[in-house]
């Protein structure tokens, strides 16, 4: 027999010799206070696993959304580095062309080129990666429609530009209504780094 087993047959021995010197009614109690005891333990054991699996359970959730934005995050970067690229490979094929001959091309094109009276280069700046080129162009005796369709032609050609500002003033000249037009539109450029140098 080994010595655990020893011990429960003494502490059973023990407990039989207290039940039988009790009076039937300290017996009662005695069981009813301990089946209480073992009540209380087991609810309190159920209690406390219950509280650990639900802040277990909080954070599998937790984790769940965390991985969940993560996913979200890691497409949308996917997502912008395959715009960058493509802004980049746009930038790059118009890197030698110049604003002031594809305005010239743009109002040939829209049969407007006999009334592109200016573009002046107003300033430069850039953050190391992008020059941006601003310019003045300046349009007149334009019909409404001749401007949307100069304005569309440019918008559309993908050459690397965005239109900043644009000033129309309406002239009458023998009851005939024309357009002047003053236009700020910056040009990109994508300068040469180390990295696509090396």
Known sequence: MSAFSTKVAA??????????????????????????AGVLVVGSGAYLMNRSISGLESRIDSQEHTLQIMKAMASDYEESSEKSAQIEKELASNTNNDLSAFLEKSAKTTGIDDRLDAVKEKSTSSDGVLQEKLYAVSLSKLELTELSEFIYEIETAGFPLKILTMKVKTRSKKGEKTLSVDLDIAAYTLLETEESEG
Request: hydrophobic residues 50%.
């Open 11 to 36: 502490i059973q021995e023990r407990l039989q010799d207290l039940l039988a010197s009790m009076s039937s009614r300290d017996r009662t109690m005695f069981i009813g206070l301990v089946i209480f």
